[in-house]
Nanobody, 122 residues
Framework: QVQLVESGGGLVQAGGSLRLSCAAS??????MGWFRQAPGKEREFVAG????????DYADSVKGRFTISRDHAKNTGYLQMNTLQPEDSAVYYC?????????????????WGQGTQVTVSS
């Protein structure tokens, strides 16, 4: 089992930044992803990273603004979010899986955190 705990969400003005953290414990996992879900919408892929961190993938809507990373020494993943916009408001979830590459499909992830709320005011 892998336990994931997100933190770092909050309220920020448009144009601001937040850094989300995902602290992991338990068995080893390989790829990590960040997803988000706004009210009334499907959970959508935001960013993914492989084990080494050498391969990343981003949704077009966040490319150039968000950066995914991970620190194995701290067993923690991060999502740096810059130039936030109101449409970025959602509950953000981190997820972990056994793939060797970043994955966009949410049903490919075996473990999920509880989510952290991000609200961007205009």
């Amino acid at each position: 089992q892998v336990q994931l705990v997100e933190s770092g969400g909050g309220l920020v003005q448009a144009g601001g930044s937040l850094r989300l953290s995902c602290a992991a414990s338990g068995r080893t996992f390989y790829n990590m992803g960040w997803f988000r879900q706004a009210p009334g919408k499907e959970r959508e892929f935001v960013a993914g990273i492989n084990y080494s961190g050498a391969r990343t993938d981003y949704a077009d809507s966040v490319k150039g603004r968000f950066t995914i990373s991970r620190d194995h020494a701290k067993n923690t993943g991060y999502l740096q979010m810059n130039t936030l916009q109101p449409e970025d408001s959602a509950v953000y979830y981190c997820a972990a899986g056994s793939s060797a590459v970043p994955i966009r499909r949410k049903n490919e992830y075996q473990y999920w955190g509880q989510g952290t709320q991000v609200t961007v005011s205009s």
